[in-house]
């Protein structure tokens, strides 16, 4: 394996943590775009940052922020110049290897997550989106994936919810009085 | 005598024992699944930690990163994927090994020869991390600034390939962390003249996002790739061998060690450096290297683990990380009130040694675990991605919504996912932007301390710089990095190397 190698490697075996895809001389769809998104992001943001306290003296607290976002804006214009001539990955799309549907997908329910937490509550939120999620993957039936949702969901929920004492919103399921049975019971057995 | 007692501090709480048990147990499953890794498993974790006391929770992580920097050598050895890129080497050697069917032997030599460089790493801590602390003493602020620059710099250069992605990430980090209002005048800084960003953005958010749910996206597209059945024999090594490879772990030991100590260098970098150490020494491999060498193994692996004590020497002094695992543990023991630097040993001498305590007994349970269990290990690895995946997410999102009961942490986390995501993909490195969040404060603040000790003349500054010699030796470390990724550098190189030839 060469240490070097940043190509497909990580893309497809499921190498982890933080080691960078992307291939040393060619591009991949959508990296130019990117890097022109960052240029125009950083320049932005050095605008803001000028704007925090100008170049009124060198310990004013724009000067750090104006100093990085310097940075931020030229190595993104280098890093645009240099992707620009870089010739595309023949092999790749957008659609198929950066941007899956399914990936989409995966965010979508993610958001769906977030906005049905507080209102309807963590375990019928996380069952609703693991049993979708699984039945999505693994494409088995739904009592299969309702199943192994329930398992899990019960596991991570005694881990967290009573070991680790994480609140989570209770929403429409009455969490706190669940708990307060399970003690009393406990006391009523000892 | 009072290090001594901190130390065993450890053994006079189960509790504590249990907890490191658990980390490193926990740490070598979760470095060996294919796709889950330690700077995952560490940056959730903290967020569930956060509400316990101090030594608890040092405990659980000092365990899992431990175990963590072990486990990912199992998937390198038995699937050719390095669960963690400090493992990255061990697969070179380590897979050949396992397609020969010595699978086992493979795992056996490497745990025990974690367990020798991790006990390495952790007395060179003990003894050395005193003395840089009280060198440490004597660093002005403008040093703490290099340091924080140089530390940025060698991760966005050393980990990966490219130093300009590695610089944008490094900056982009710190911009984040300048967030919200600026402690010192009260001004606005990135708020966008919105309330909530006033108060900053929640860095375990962005780390929960960078690495859990941008890890855990790319893995979807390896979702339906079937996990390999390896068939595994006797794994204790006998004596022998282990005497037989001592001298060569005892040298790559003091690499890890070393490479470990330097600011922005960690496990993968120290475990590349020795293996190619080994190939230099080693006259007669047992095989020849890359095709199953047992010295090639040994190597990589004594090297990580020896690199995670060294990984603290700076963490704990100088309250610069090493690393993305380090960052986050700086971060932690942030959240927990301690305040990593040189003023750390003086103030809570307790605590660095309750700390070295907890990495020699995680160390003691990645041997015990190591050794035993393989059956279980084999059950776990081979669990459905098309599971896992969707687990780590809710695992996330949980973490990120603890820390502050706050659903605009949840978002944060989703939108620093995506955008991770496409920094995988596109070959950014998402370390240094952690580093650079963690280190933000220590920059700005250190920077105007020095820019007002110089009442803010640039050229006092520099004179400063250039007439201590450790702020000129920091300097010029600053400089040579940059120099070296333009082509000034390439050609001077090429002139040199040519003279050499010639």
């Known amino acids: 394996m060469d240490p070097e190698f940043r190509g497909d490697a990580d893309h497809h075996d499921g190498t982890s943590d933080a080691a960078p895809g992307g291939y040393v001389n060619q591009r991949r769809p959508g990296e130019l775009g990117f890097a022109i998104f960052l240029t125009l992001a950083s320049l932005y943001l050095l ?27 030229i190595s993104a214009v280098i890093i645009v110049l240099r992707t620009a001539p870089l010739p595309r990955v023949r092999s ?7 941007l899956p549907v399914l990936v989409i997908a995966f965010i979508g329910l993610l958001i769906g997550f977030g906005i049905l937490l507080k209102p309807l509550g963590f375990l019928p939120t996380a069952l609703l989106f693991l049993t979708l999620s699984i ?56 | 005598m009072d290090a001594i007692f901190a130390i065993l501090t450890i053994f006079t709480q189960p509790q504590l024992l249990i907890l490191v048990g658990i980390g490193t147990f926990a740490g070598i499953y979760i470095g060996a699944i294919p796709g889950l890794s330690v700077t995952m498993a560490v940056s959730i974790l903290i967020s569930f930690t956060f509400s316990w006391e101090v030594y608890p929770a040092i405990s659980l992580m000092v365990g899992i990163y431990m175990g963590g920097v072990y486990g990912g050598s199992r998937t390198a050895i038995l699937l050719n994927i390095p669960g963690a890129p400090s493992a990255i080497a061990t697969a070179m050697d380590g897979y050949p090994m396992a397609q020969r069917g010595e699978a086992g032997q493979a795992i056996g030599v490497t745990t025990v020869m974690s367990f020798f460089g991790g006990l390495i790493g952790i007395l060179v801590l003990a003894l050395a991390a005193p003395l840089v602390s009280d060198f440490a003493l004597t660093f002005q602020p403008r040093d703490y600034m290099l340091l924080a620059v140089l530390g940025i710099l060698l991760v966005g250069s050393l980990s990966t390939g490219s130093l300009v992605k590695g610089i944008f990430a490094g900056a982009l980090g710190i911009a984040i962390g300048a967030v919200g209002r600026d402690p010192l005048t009260f001004a606005e800084r990135f708020t966008f003249d919105f309330k909530i960003l006033e108060g900053g953005i929640s860095f375990i958010a962005v780390m929960i996002g960078m690495f859990g749910i941008s890890e855990a996206l790319q893995q979807l597209h390896n979702v339906d790739k079937a996990a390999v059945r390896q068939k595994i024999s006797k794994i204790v090594p006998s004596f022998g061998t282990i005497r037989k490879y001592l001298p060569l772990s005892l040298q790559t030991s003091s690499i890890g060690v070393v490479i470990g100590a330097l600011p922005g260098t960690g496990g993968d970098i120290a475990a590349l450096m020795a293996y190619d150490h080994a190939k230099r020494v080693t006259k007669t491999p047992s095989r020849p290297f890359g095709e199953g060498a047992m010295e090639g193994l040994v190597a990589p692996e004594t090297a990580n683990n020896a690199a995670v004590g060294g990984a603290f020497i700076p963490m704990m002094t100088l309250g610069i990380p090493g690393d993305a695992v380090t960052a986050i543990m700086i971060g932690a023991l942030f959240i927990h009130g301690l305040n990593p630097g040189p003023m750390l040993m003086i103030d809570q001498p307790d605590m660095f040694w309750f700390i070295v305590g907890a990495l020699l007994m995680a160390n003691v349970f990645m041997l015990i675990f190591g050794l035993t269990g393989i059956r279980i290990f084999t059950k776990i690895v081979e669990m459905p991605r098309a599971i896992i995946i969707p687990l780590i997410f809710l695992l996330s999102i949980v973490g ?39 280190l933000s404060r220590l920059l700005d603040d250190n920077w105007r301390r020095a820019i007002i000790s110089e009442r803010e003349d640039l050229g006092r500054f520099f004179e400063g710089v250039v007439t201590s010699p450790l702020s000129l030796t920091l300097f010029i470390a600053v400089i040579l990095i940059f120099v070296s990724q333009t082509p ?6 090429s002139r040199l190397f040519g003279k050499a030839v010639s």
């Open chain 1, 47 to 73: 605008y803001d940052a000028y704007n925090i306290s100008g170049f009124q003296a060198l310990s004013a607290p724009g000067a750090i922020p104006m100093a990085t976002t310097f940075v931020m804006a």
């Open chain 1, 92 to 98: 790749e799309t957008f659609r198929k290897d950066i």
């Open chain 1, 135 to 190: 039945k999505l993957l693994t494409r088995k039936t739904w009592p299969y994936s309702l199943g192994v949702s329930v398992g899990s969901l019960v596991i991570i929920w005694i881990v967290f919810r009573v070991v680790f004492t994480v609140l989570l919103p209770a929403g429409i399921v009455p969490e706190a009085e669940f708990l307060q049975l399970l003690r009393n019971l406990a006391n009523g057995g000892a």
């Open chain 2, 400 to 438: 990120a919504y603890a820390v502050n009961n706050s659903i605009t942490d949840v978002y944060w986390m989703l939108g620093f996912g995506v955008f991770g995501y496409f920094m995988r993909h596109y070959g950014y490195p998402l370390g240094p932007v952690i580093l650079g969040v963690i």
């Open chain 2, 488 to 493: 000034i550098w390439t050609r001077a190189k």
